[in-house]
């Protein structure tokens, strides 16, 4: 696992206590504030939800709504408030040359919606993501489902959590990762509206197993969870679409792999991911 994440250190080179009228004292007032960030980003990706949405395309042909714009400059401008000092790269945002980018220590990474092919279809699985990077390696994270109600969060060598608003007590509780029993069902997660090439051939591995399909980052959360064991992505991604997921899934117990990639996954001029899995099988 990587190092665990140094609040100490990250608190001195964003000068929070200059930046912030009431800056977070440590990792999980930091965690608190950036859940509440995306929690309010997806109060503002519901009301768009409810309306006739117009839909748009980029150049590499990926959907694009106002909901996504309004979520990135929600929290664009919130996490500028909080650590004004810490550089974000956000995919409505990404034309940073890698010149600046390598001399990134510390950033926040955002994917203002992810899955909006869910929210487009109105299915409810789509997220908001927000990571905190620290020498290429994600160290904290939170991913929010508006629709679930739902928010995930990790820090690396704190935990990782679960908060779920539909229930009475809306207090964050730990979640760890789980192995599938011996000669027991593997619950592999794969994605509801990409398809994947070699899945086929990959399940072969697996005599024993059940297939769930999930739309966006939550396929991380199911694997953190523990109600699911393996989650292979084979396709492309983006490291907006992985960065909280990633750590999410690394503070549960669970392991993540680049392929082609050894060492930090989150520090390179290439933005677009390979093949990658999450796993929590032993």
Known sequence: MPNPFNFADFAHIAQLNSAAQSPPKD??????????????????????????VEVSFKEDESPLTAADLAAHQLILQRLAALTPHIPQLS????DIDWSVRKNWHY??????????????KR???????????????PVLGVIHAPVLQRTYSAVLGVGAFVRNDT?????????????????GIVKIVGSRSHAQPGMTALLEQFPHHELLAVGSSLKFCLVAEGSAHFYPRLGPTMLWDTGAGHVIAV???????????????????????GNFTVSSLA
Do not use: M
Not at 167 to 183: D, Y
């Open 107 to 120: 950033y926040w990474l955002i994917d203002p919606l992810d899955g909006t092919k869910e929210f487009i």
């Open 123 to 137: 299915n409810g699985e789509f997220t908001v993501n927000i990571a905190l990077v620290c020498a290429g390696e």
């Open 27 to 52: 990792s999980l007032q930091l965690l608190q504030a950036v859940a509440a960030i995306a929690e309010a980003a997806g109060e503002a990706i519901l009301k768009i939800y409810q309306q006739d």
């Open 167 to 183: 229930q009475t007590s809306a207090v964050a509780h730990a979640i760890s990762a789980k192995a599938p029993q011996p000669h």
């Open 91 to 94: 995919e409505e945002a990404a």
């Open 251 to 273: 503070a549960a117990g669970a392991s993540v792999h680049y392929e082609g990639i050894d060492g930090p996954a989150y520090h390179r001029q290439e933005l677009r991911n």
